[in-house]
């Protein structure tokens, strides 16, 4: 089946050590994006790629970057991560770029800072 | 003027019975009206979305109610069932905004 498949599942990191995220999606689409969601809270947009094309969301912190390779990989760097940055992680993808096509969304990776 | 407003925060229905979630908006620009539903430890799944030109969209058990004029727009289920149990957010895009703006989300269970 066709599907956004997110590595690893949970990712345990040290206050300040660097941490990748990654995610892969077997679907084709041009559009890939993060998400950071909180608990008990929406999934918050950090970035998008409509292919190689990167969009940074204004209030996206700097310690945050992505790279996307290719049309099937996307990576979350987060360079110094603080405890406020534990959260689950969210990578969607969708056909084009805009609200109204279906964003289809991997399971997540749960961070958690020491 | 971006956000969308969701209730309640939480909710507990009977089985059998119907849940009732709400959502307003007031950007007149937004076109595109979605819910996501998610279940812990997964990412959200797109159920079921409805654009303003239609007042009322039916699948399966879920119905999506709008009102234009109130900018109002809810989610119903009916014979609600345990396997509903999970979080809905109500979102909505369009205008000048590409991006989804998304309600804070309502957590639902379906008691046996």
Avoid at chain 1, 6 to 32: A, E
Avoid at chain 1, 64 to 90: E, H, K, V, W
Wanted: hydrophobic share 35%; with cysteine; glycine share 8%.
């Amino acid at each position: 089946d066709a599907m956004v498949i997110q590595n690893p599942r949970y990712q345990v990191t040290q206050f300040g050590k660097p941490v990748t995220l990654s995610c892969s999606q077997t679907l084709n689409h041009n559009v890939m994006y993060w998400y950071q969601q909180k608990s008990s809270q929406a999934p918050k947009l950090l970035f998008h790629y409509y292919d190689k094309d990167f969009n940074n969301e204004a209030d996206t912190p700097d310690n945050f970057q992505s790279r996307r390779p290719n049309t099937s990989f996307c990576f979350l760097d987060i360079r110094s991560p603080g405890l406020g940055d534990a959260a689950m992680y969210l990578c969607a993808t969708s056909t084009i770029w805009g609200g109204t096509d279906t964003q289809y969304f991997g399971p997540g990776t749960r961070l958690t800072v020491l | 003027q971006q956000q969308v407003k969701q209730s309640p925060q939480s909710l507990i229905v009977q089985k059998g019975g119907i849940s009732i979630i709400n959502c307003a908006y007031e950007n007149t620009a937004f076109d595109y009206f979605p819910w996501y539903q998610q279940f812990p430890g997964k990412g959200p799944a797109l159920l079921i979305a409805i654009r303003p030109d239609v007042s009322e969209k039916k699948e399966g058990r879920f119905t999506i109610s709008f009102n234009k004029s109130a900018k109002q727009f809810s989610l119903h289920i009916m014979d609600s069932q345990p396997g509903d149990s999970a979080t809905y957010f109500c979102a909505a895009s369009g205008g000048s905004n590409y991006q989804l703006i998304w309600g804070a989300g309502t957590k639902l269970i379906i008691k046996p």
